[in-house]
């Protein structure tokens, strides 16, 4: 199976709990076995990839700005397209742009998705059941790329793929093993940097450092 095989169900589940106007965001970056794989919550119509017009890659985050402060302050982005990325407008980025900051997402061996690939409107938190319909693609995703270290943003995304209660400020820098399909992953909880979570984007970043620093141990 590839990724590519999956599209076909997000899309249906688009149709489902998104937005009748707006296109699924799939996922992007390093899909053969890169160093993470972090994993948000839903798209929103702020990443201009949503719209039906749009003919380039549906990947997480195209037309923002502040997530890419998380990626390169951790060292995981060049200086030279994070400055362009400040710099234009979000209706500035091109197709051949958004290809540009994938290649450097590639380059340096990560992969963004988010459990739920169902873009809506606006930010509104969704309903545990709408994520747990994308839990069993989420892990097809993970056997599929093959990640070292599995990041979960959140409460809500971690306590849902890792089938416990999670509260990410008793967790930090912890360590959950899960078995997908017969093999073992290593996955951590991490605050939510962006959004309401935006005053914890520093937390989030002193623990992913943490995590780079330690191999995932």
């Not at 839903?42 to 990626?71: C, H, M, Q, V, Y």
């Not at 060049?78 to 958004?98: G, S, V």
């Not at 416990?164 to 996955?187: A, L, Q």
């Not at 450092?209 to 191999?215: L, V, W």
Request: charged letters at 30%.
């Amino acid at each position: 199976m590839k990724l590519e095989d999956l599209k076909y169900e997000y899309d249906k589940l688009q149709e489902k709990y998104g937005a009748k106007e707006l296109d699924s965001i799939y996922n992007g970056g390093c899909t053969e076995n890169p160093d993470f794989c972090f994993v948000f919550m839903n798209p929103t119509g702020r990443n201009i990839a949503s719209s039906k017009e749009w003919k380039g890659r549906k990947s997480p985050w195209i037309g923002t700005k502040n997530i890419w402060d998380l990626f390169y302050r951790l060292n995981l982005m060049d200086e030279e397209i994070y400055k362009l990325i400040k710099f234009i407008k979000p209706n500035e980025w091109t197709e051949e742009f958004a290809d540009v900051v994938y290649e450097d997402v590639k380059k340096h061996k990560y992969f963004i998705t988010n459990l739920g690939k169902c873009t809506q409107l606006d930010a509104r938190i969704l309903p545990n059941n709408v994520y747990e319909e994308y839990l069993e693609l989420l892990k097809k995703e993970i056997e599929i790329i093959n990640p070292k270290v599995i990041i979960l943003f959140g409460n809500q995304v971690s306590s849902i793929v890792l089938k416990e209660k999670i509260s990410v400020s008793e967790c930090r820098k912890k360590m959950f093993e899960r078995d997908i399909n017969g093999k073992t992953y290593k996955f951590y909880s991490v605050y939510y940097p962006v959004g309401n979570g935006r005053i914890n984007i520093d937390k989030s970043i002193e623990d992913i450092r943490y995590i780079q620093e330690n191999g995932g141990k």
